[in-house]
C-alpha cells in the first residue's frame, strides 16, 4: 500500500447533498457522523459542508427540477478523484414520488441521481439506516485507494 | 415589544444561501439583505422540495394514499400517517379501538421527543456548540431505537391504519417495560442537559433576545405550533382532541419569543410528552388493535387537524369508490415561514440561520401544494 | 573556523525548525480526538488524520480551476501564510538572534500581521459555489430587492477578518509587549538573558496576567471557536478557504498546526525565556507548552459556541484592558 492510498484511507471527507426527498435520509446520516453513537469520525469520516474539500458526494432524495443545477454544480466543483453515493431509494430510483401514483404521474422528478450525475455505490433503505451510511462509504474505499 | 422595525432601509448588500447549506438540514434558498452585518430584511424561496404529493395521491386507494402521506416528511411522518388516516375515519364513521388509540399517543408522543431533540440538537449545531448538540443527539438516538421497536424502522413506521394500528406495532409486557425503563433515561439525560444548557451563560448571552417574534405579531402571521406557544400563546391543539381525553399534561408556554424561549420551551415540552407516555403505559387498556369491521362508501370532503410536533397539521379529501379525491394538506411550516422572515430582522447575519432554526422548519412538509413556474 | 560556526548554526537552526514542523502536524489531530471526541463521548479518529493523513491525501488530488478574480494570488497566498509562520519560527530560535532586524518583537509583530492580512485577501478573492453562484432562480420578478448589490459569503468573512485586523487580535499585540516592560528591550535575546538571569516572567503578576491575555489572543489569531467568526459554520461556512483544493488545502492544513505549534514556541520565548533548540533538552519544554495550549484551546472551543459581534466586542474589550493592566503592572 503506497503512501497515496494509506493516506486516503486515514481521511475521506465526505459531503452531503439533499436534494428533495423527504428528510429521513438526511438526518440519518447527519446523525450517524454527527451522533456519539455511531461517530464515523473513528472510520476516519469527516463531514464538510465544502466542495473543494470533499472526496465522497453522498446524495440523497429524488433529484426535484430545482434541484438538477445545484447538484450539478456541486459535482463539478470537487476535484478528482470523487466518488458518489446515492443513499435511500429516492435517490436510486426516483422514490414513491416517482412510481408511485394516482390518476396523475408526477412530473416533478428528474431523478434518479443516476441520471445526472454519475454513481459509484447505492444504499438501499428508506429510510437508510446509520449502518448502512457507514457500510457504503466504507464500501467505497477500494476504489477511492485504487484512484490516479 | 410590539413590533419590530428594521434599524434603518438602507440595503448595503444581499447575501444569498442555500440551496445547500450547514446550518440547514433541508434545500431551500434564502436570500438575507443586510446592512453592516445586520439583516434588514429575509426572503425565504422555497419549492426546491416540490415533490407534488397531493397530485399523485389523486385517485390512489385510500390505504395506499395514507401510506404515501407518511413519506411527505421524515421527521414527523407519523403524524401525517395518523392524521390521513383520522381523515377518512371520520368521514367514514369508523371506531377505533381503545387500545390502539393508546399505540397512536405514545407513538405520537415519542415522534415529538424525537422531533424535539433534533431541534434541541439541531439548535445547538447551529450555535457551533457541536458538544451540547452531540449530546442531544445521543439521547435522541435511545428515542429512535423505542420507535424501531415498536414500528420496525427508525424513520417510517406506518403505524397507523384505517380502523386502528398494524398489528405489527401492537406492544406487549416486555416492550412496555422497555419504553417505561428508557423514559427514566430519557428524562435523567434531558434533565442534565437542560441543567447544563440553563447553567451555561456564554450559551444564554448567544440565545436571549434573538430572534424574538413578538406575540402581537405571530398571531398576525398565524403562526402554530410551539412557534406560537413561546410567544406565550396557550394554544395547543391537543386539548381538544379526543385521543388525549384520559391524559393529563399541561400546556407549556414562554413569554419571550425568541431563541431562548424556544429552545427550552421544546425541552420542556419533551418532560409533558415523557408524562404522556408514562400515563398510556400505566393505563394502556386490553383488547384488539384494529377494527376491521366497516364499510367503504362514498364521502364529500372530510377533515381532520391535530398537533404534531411543529404545529398544526390539516389533512382533507373526499373519498370516491375507495379512492382518494381533491386531497388537501396544510402543514405547521406553511404557516411559519413568515414567521422566519421575520425573526431575522434586526439581528447578526451569524444568528440569522440561527433565527430560521427557531421556528422549526420543515420544507420537506410545506413543499408540496405549492405552485412552482418553471423559468 | 568562523565559516563551519554559521554552517552549524544554520543546520540546527533548519533542524529545529523542521522538528517543530514535524511535531506540529499531530497538534490537530489530538485536539480533535483528544479532546473533543473525549469531550464528547466518542471515539474520534486517529490521530494522525487530521493533521498529516489529510494534506497528503490533497496532495494527491488533482488541482481544480479555482473561481476567483485573481487566481494567481489567491493560489499564492496559503504559500505566503506558510512562509510567514516559517519565518515566524526562525525568528524565534536562538541562531538567529544575531540577526537583530529578525529576531525583535517588531518583526515577530510584522509576521503575524502579514497572516492576518492573507485572511482579508483570501475572503475577498474567494467566489465559491456555495452562495451566488449556485444556480437558482431567485432573482426573478416579485422577488424582493431584485436589483441589490449580491455578495459571496467570503465577502462578510473578509469584512470580518479586517474588523479583527483592527481591533480583535489587539489582546495579542498587547500580550507580546508586556515582557518588554521587563526587560526593557524588544529583542528577544534580551528578553531570553532577562529571564535566565531573574527568573521567568510568566511568575511575576504582570506576567500571569498578560498570560491569559495571550492565550485568548492565541485563540483569537487561530480563529477558533468561539472567535471563529470568519469561518463559523452556521454562515460563511469555512470563510476565506472555500475555494482551495489539493495542495493548496494541504498547505492550509498544515499551515494551521504549524502556527498552533509556533505560537506555543512564542509564548515559551517571551514568558520562560526557553528558546526552541534540537540540541538542548530544553526544547521538550517548547513542545509541552505548545501542547498545553491546544489542550486549553480544545477544551474551550468545546464547550463555547460561536460568538457574534455582540459577544465579541465586550470579550476583546476586556481582554484588551487586561492587557494594558499587564503592561501598566509591569512597568510599575
Known amino acids: ?148 | 415589544m410590539d413590533e419590530k422595525v428594521p434599524r434603518s432601509n438602507i440595503i448595503e448588500t444581499e447575501i444569498p444561501m442555500g440551496t445547500v447549506h450547514p446550518a440547514a438540514l433541508e434545500p431551500y434558498r434564502v436570500r438575507f439583505f443586510v446592512e453592516d452585518e445586520i439583516v434588514q430584511e429575509a426572503e425565504i424561496t422555497i419549492g426546491v422540495n416540490h415533490r407534488g404529493i397531493e397530485r399523485i395521491m389523486e385517485g390512489l386507494p385510500v390505504e395506499k394514499a395514507n401510506s404515501l402521506t407518511e413519506k411527505i416528511c421524515g421527521i414527523c411522518s407519523n403524524s401525517h400517517i395518523w392524521n390521513s388516516c383520522r381523515t377518512a375515519e371520520i368521514g367514514l364513521g369508523i371506531e377505533i379501538p381503545e387500545r390502539a388509540t393508546y399505540i397512536r399517543v405514545i407513538m405520537g408522543e415519542l415522534e415529538r421527543l424525537h422531533s424535539h431533540f433534533l431541534y434541541l440538537a439541531h439548535g445547538c449545531e447551529v450555535l457551533s456548540h457541536e458538544t451540547f448538540s452531540m449530546r442531544v443527539f445521543y439521547l435522541r438516538e435511545i428515542v429512535m431505537e423505542l420507535l424501531a421497536m415498536i414500528g420496525g424502522n427508525r424513520v417510517q413506521y406506518g403505524c397507523s391504519v384505517l380502523g386502528g394500528v398494524r398489528p405489527r406495532c401492537d406492544v406487549d409486557e416486555a416492550k412496555l417495560l422497555r419504553l417505561k425503563n428508557d423514559m427514566d433515561a430519557v428524562e435523567e439525560g434531558l434533565t442534565g442537559f437542560v441543567e447544563r444548557f440553563l447553567a451555561d451563560s456564554v450559551v444564554q448571552s448567544r440565545i436571549t433576545g434573538i430572534g424574538v417574534l413578538p406575540q402581537k405579531q405571530a398571531i398576525e402571521l398565524a403562526v402554530t405550533g410551539p412557534t406560537l406557544r413561546a410567544t406565550g400563546v396557550a394554544r395547543d391543539l391537543r386539548t381538544t382532541m379526543f385521543e388525549y381525553d384520559n391524559f393529563d399534561f399541561n400546556v407549556i408556554t414562554q413569554p419571550d419569543g425568541d431563541v431562548r424561549s424556544n429552545l427550552v420551551m421544546r425541552a420542556l415540552e419533551s418532560f409533558e410528552s415523557i408524562k404522556i407516555i408514562r400515563q398510556a403505559i400505566a393505563n394502556i387498556p386490553e383488547g384488539k388493535v384494529v377494527n376491521r369491521d366497516w364499510e367503504m362508501f362514498d364521502t364529500d370532503m372530510n377533515e381532520s387537524y391535530i398537533e404534531v410536533p411543529r404545529g398544526t397539521l390539516y389533512h382533507s379529501y373526499a373519498l370516491e369508490s375507495g379512492r382518494v379525491r381533491h386531497c388537501i394538506i396544510r402543514t405547521p411550516s406553511m404557516a411559519n415561514i413568515g414567521a422566519m422572515q421575520y425573526a431575522c430582522i434586526g439581528d447578526q447575519i451569524t444568528d440569522a440561520q440561527l433565527c430560521i432554526v427557531q421556528c422549526d422548519p420543515c420544507f420537506t412538509c410545506t413543499d408540496r401544494a405549492i405552485e412552482i413556474i418553471r423559468r | 573556523m568562523f565559516g563551519n560556526t554559521l554552517i552549524n548554526a544554520i543546520l540546527v537552526g533548519a533542524i529545529t525548525v523542521i522538528f517543530c514542523f514535524l511535531i506540529s502536524t499531530l497538534l490537530p489531530g489530538i485536539e480533535r480526538k483528544y479532546i473533543h471526541a473525549r469531550i464528547q463521548q466518542r471515539i474520534g479518529p486517529v490521530v494522525i488524520a487530521p493533521g498529516i493523513m489529510a494534506p497528503i491525501k490533497f496532495m494527491f488530488k488533482e488541482n481544480v480551476k479555482v473561481e476567483s478574480p485573481v487566481p494567481g494570488l489567491y493560489k499564492a497566498l496559503p504559500i505566503i501564510c506558510f512562509i510567514a509562520v516559517t519565518c515566524l519560527l526562525i525568528a524565534l530560535t536562538p541562531q538567529a538572534f544575531a540577526i537583530p532586524a529578525l529576531s525583535s518583537l517588531v518583526a515577530i509583530v510584522g509576521f503575524l500581521k502579514v497572516e492576518e492580512i492573507c485572511y482579508v485577501l483570501m475572503g475577498a478573492l474567494s467566489k465559491s459555489v456555495m452562495s451566488v453562484r449556485m444556480p437558482f432562480p431567485d432573482q426573478i420578478k416579485g422577488a424582493a430587492h431584485n436589483n441589490a448589490v449580491r455578495s459571496f459569503v467570503e465577502d462578510i468573512s473578509s469584512r470580518r477578518s479586517l474588523r479583527m485586523i483592527t481591533y480583535g487580535s489587539f489582546p495579542l499585540y498587547l500580550a507580546l509587549f508586556a515582557p518588554v516592560t521587563q526587560a526593557r528591550s524588544i529583542f528577544l535575546s534580551d528578553i531570553v538573558a532577562f529571564q535566565q538571569l531573574n527568573g521567568p516572567f510568566l511568575f511575576t503578576v504582570s506576567g500571569a496576567i498578560a498570560a491569559i491575555v495571550f492565550f485568548i489572543g492565541y485563540m483569537i489569531i487561530l480563529n477558533e471557536y468561539p472567535f471563529s467568526i470568519i469561518k463559523a459554520k452556521c454562515d460563511v461556512i469555512e470563510g476565506p478557504y472555500m475555494e482551495y483544493a489539493s495542495k493548496y488545502r494541504a498547505i492550509v492544513y498544515l499551515t494551521r498546526g504549524f502556527f498552533m505549534m509556533v505560537l506555543g514556541v512564542l509564548f515559551s520565548v517571551l514568558f520562560l525565556g526557553i528558546p526552541p533548540v534540537i540540541t538542548s533538552w530544553s526544547i521538550l519544554i517548547n513542545i509541552i507548552v505548545a501542547l498545553i495550549f491546544v489542550f486549553m484551546m480544545g477544551i474551550f472551543s468545546a464547550f463555547s459556541p460561536v460568538f457574534t459581534n455582540r459577544q465579541l466586542l465586550p470579550t476583546i474589550l476586556g481582554t484588551t484592558l487586561l492587557g494594558v493592566l499587564a503592561i501598566v503592572l509591569g512597568l510599575l
Open chain 1, 1 to 148: 500500500m503506497g503512501i497515496k492510498s494509506f493516506s486516503r484511507a486515514r481521511a475521506i471527507h465526505v459531503m452531503l447533498v439533499y436534494t428533495g426527498g423527504c428528510n429521513g435520509c438526511d438526518i440519518e446520516i447527519v446523525n450517524s457522523i454527527l451522533s456519539p453513537r455511531f461517530d464515523a469520525e473513528q472510520y476516519n469520516v469527516f463531514l464538510t459542508w465544502n466542495p473543494r474539500e470533499a472526496d465522497v458526494l453522498v446524495v440523497t432524495g429524488p433529484v426535484t427540477h430545482l434541484n438538477r443545477k445545484p447538484l450539478e454544480a456541486i459535482y463539478e466543483a470537487i476535484p478528482n478523484p470523487k466518488l458518489v453515493v446515492a443513499a435511500g431509494s429516492c435517490a436510486l430510483m426516483g422514490g414513491v414520488y416517482k412510481n408511485c401514483h394516482g390518476d396523475i404521474p408526477s412530473e416533478e422528478i428528474e431523478g434518479p441521481v443516476e441520471n445526472i450525475i454519475p454513481v459509484n455505490a447505492k444504499i438501499p433503505g428508506c429510510a437508510v439506516r446509520p449502518q448502512d451510511v457507514l457500510a457504503g462509504v466504507v464500501s467505497l474505499l477500494p476504489i477511492l485507494l485504487d484512484a490516479d
